[in-house]
Nanobody
Framework: QVQLVESGGGLVQPGGSLRLSCAAS????????MGWYRQAPGKQRELVAS???????NYTDSVKGRFTISRDNAKNTVYLQMNSLKPEDTAVYYC????????WGQGTQVTVSL
C-alpha cells in the first residue's frame, strides 16, 4: 500500500504564490510517476502537472510558465510551486502516484481570491 500526504494549500490573492508538497510512504520502489490534479466545483478532475522518476515533466497548458513541478526521489516527495495564481486556479488539488495502480492523496484546497 501507498499513502500520500499533501500540505501547502490555502487562501492567496491573485498574483500570489503557494507551494504544495506531497510525501509518499509505503511500498514504493522502482519507476513511478507523481503528479498533481485539481478539481474545481462543477468540473472534472484535470491533470495539472506530472513528473516521472527520470524527471520527464508534463504541464497542462493553462499553468505553463506559472507552475513548476519537482520531486525529491530520496524523500518520495513531489512539489508544486504555483506562481502568478489566478482565480481560475481555485480548486482542490490532489496528489497522484502511479506505480502499476493509481494512488491519491486526500486533497488540499487552494483558493485564489481578493
Amino acid at each position: 500500500q501507498v499513502q500520500l500526504v499533501e500540505s501547502g494549500g490555502g487562501l492567496v490573492q491573485p498574483g500570489g504564490s503557494l507551494r504544495l508538497s506531497c510525501a509518499a510512504s509505503g511500498s514504493i520502489f522502482g519507476i513511478y510517476t507523481m503528479g498533481w490534479y485539481r478539481q474545481a466545483p462543477g468540473k472534472q478532475r484535470e491533470l495539472v502537472a506530472s513528473i516521472t522518476t527520470f524527471g520527464r515533466i508534463n504541464y497542462t497548458d493553462s499553468v505553463k510558465g506559472r507552475f513548476t513541478i519537482s520531486r525529491d526521489n530520496a524523500k518520495n516527495t513531489v512539489y508544486l510551486q504555483m506562481n502568478s495564481l489566478k482565480p481560475e486556479d481555485t480548486a482542490v488539488y490532489y496528489c497522484n502516484l502511479f506505480l502499476r495502480v493509481e494512488y491519491w492523496g486526500q486533497g488540499t484546497q487552494v483558493t485564489v481570491s481578493l
